[in-house]
């Protein structure tokens, strides 16, 4: 069953990539990136790992080998951080468009300004709409595990998409926790040889990204539009096929905790749902209905999975660790998201909030998940918005406050009157 070791978020997702035996690999340092670039660099250099590394000038360099390598019918590896995810925007789409099953890992960090290097989802969700697979790990653990799945689902004839891997830098990436490596006998029965849906043959030769008649581009697109609607059904069944080898079992698109009689649900994704988890697991302790949901898939967006998950509850926060400039409801991306989700059942007395944090880096406290807390539960006992736009008659919880939080988050939602001296 393989060994436990301490292990960062990306020296296990350098093991991951070593078991899934890796044929090429494009590399150019970053932070955190450069953890797993310099872990892969060893493997190779001490003979544990038989691939090739290609040192890139830029990350839109970087991407395009990666491209190239795919096309050529190699299992391929990349990844990259904050800015440097955006430098290699370009390449992202023609990526996907030609069905090409690359995977970057993504640990992620904030965009310029400010620079501070501290993790933040922007980086990743700005790429959100490019055709690719993408989720984020909570620990190191599953940042391996990802790893190995996304490559068993991208790679599946009837999706054959490329994945976005997602960690949270410093959160994720560089501090340490007990990871279970799998045996490599393990791996090959989960994730047999790449075997590509086309690959480039000089004996007969084919056009790749050529100009064509606008009549051309809808069914591409519709193409890749299907494939990502049926990545839902094979994500399920490669964490169905994943828990019966390795006996680690996962909510293949969205994670519920202690949400089945939950009058108010907090929605997370990545490191910060540990915080988060602790804090639900607490309140329960007091009597308070409170529970979680953890979208551990990003794209496809859950949104049937989501809407039956928060099905009797009264209020739903969603909790952004990304900034979304001018964006729909003032909050993140994952908001809109959610929003979305679950309109298309019908809002009904549902109550939706949102809560924008933990951005450049700053930890997200569990005094800050308890105010969270404070903020869904008051919602949910004054009770639903009635037509007249007045709250129904209920019970008056207190809020915590803290002088500092307007420096570490902001409240996108339209707070009464009392509610906004955050």
């Not at 494009?26 to 660099?41: F, K, N």
């Not at 990871?179 to 006998?185: E, S």
């Not at 050529?210 to 990502?228: C, F, H, K, T, V």
């Not at 009797?312 to 908001?335: E, M, P, Q, R």
Request: glycine residues 12%.
């Amino acid at each position: 069953m393989g060994k436990k070791a301490l292990l960062t978020g990306v020296v296990a997702v350098a093991h991951a990539v070593k078991m899934a035996d890796v044929d090429v690999i494009a590399s150019y340092p970053i932070r955190p990136y450069t953890g797993v670039m310099s872990e892969l660099a060893r493997m190779i250099a001490d003979g544990e790992l038989d691939a090739e590394m290609i040192r890139a000038e830029g990350e839109h360099s970087q991407l395009s080998i990666a491209y190239g390598a795919s096309a050529a019918g190699a299992r391929t590896f990349v990844g990259s951080s904050g800015v440097g995810v955006t430098y290699a925007y370009e390449v992202y789409s023609p990526i996907s468009g030609a069905r090409l099953p690359v995977q970057m890992m993504i640990a992620d960090r904030t965009l310029d300004p400010p620079g501070d290097f501290g993790s933040e989802h922007t980086d990743a969700l700005c790429c959100r709409d490019q055709g690719w697979l993408m989720g984020w790990a909570e620990t190191p653990q599953e940042a391996l595990d990802m790893c190995l799945v996304y490559y068993r689902a991208g790679e599946d004839p009837q999706v054959s998409l490329p994945q976005y891997a997602c960690q949270d830098g410093y959160f994720v990436s560089h501090i340490t926790g007990e990871v279970a490596i799998p045996d490599p006998a393990q791996v090959r029965e989960f994730l047999p040889p790449f075997r590509p849906v086309r690959v480039l043959d000089p004996a007969k030769p084919i056009a790749v990204g050529p100009q064509i008649e606008p009549s051309m581009g809808p069914p591409l697109q519709y193409q890749r539009y299907l494939a990502m609607q049926e990545s839902r059904r094979v994500l399920t069944e490669a964490y169905e096929e994943f828990a019966g080898i390795f006996g680690r079992r996962y909510a293949p698109l969205v994670e519920a905790f202690l949400a089945d009689d939950a009058e108010v649900l907090l929605v997370t994704s990545g490191a910060h749902t540990a915080t988060a988890r602790n804090v639900v697991q607490k309140l329960r302790g007091l009597g308070e209905k409170i529970g979680l949901l953890k979208l551990r898939s990003i794209r496809p967006f859950p949104d049937r999975e989501l809407a039956a998950a928060c099905d009797g509850a009264k209020v739903v926060g969603v909790l952004d660790n990304d900034a979304a400039f001018g964006i729909s409801g003032g909050g993140g991306v994952l908001y809109t998201e959610v929003c979305t989700a679950l309109q298309g059942g019908g809002l009904g007395d549902r109550e939706l909030l949102g809560f924008v944090a933990g951005l450049g880096g700053e930890v997200i406290s569990r005094e800050e998940f308890y105010w969270m807390a404070q903020v869904m539960l008051d919602r949910a006992r004054r009770g639903p918005v009635a037509a007249s736009g007045k709250r129904e008659s209920g019970g008056d919880a207190g809020l915590m406050a803290r002088e500092n939080w307007k420096k570490t988050f902001w409240l996108p939602f339209d707070m009464e009157a009392g509610e906004g001296a955050a």
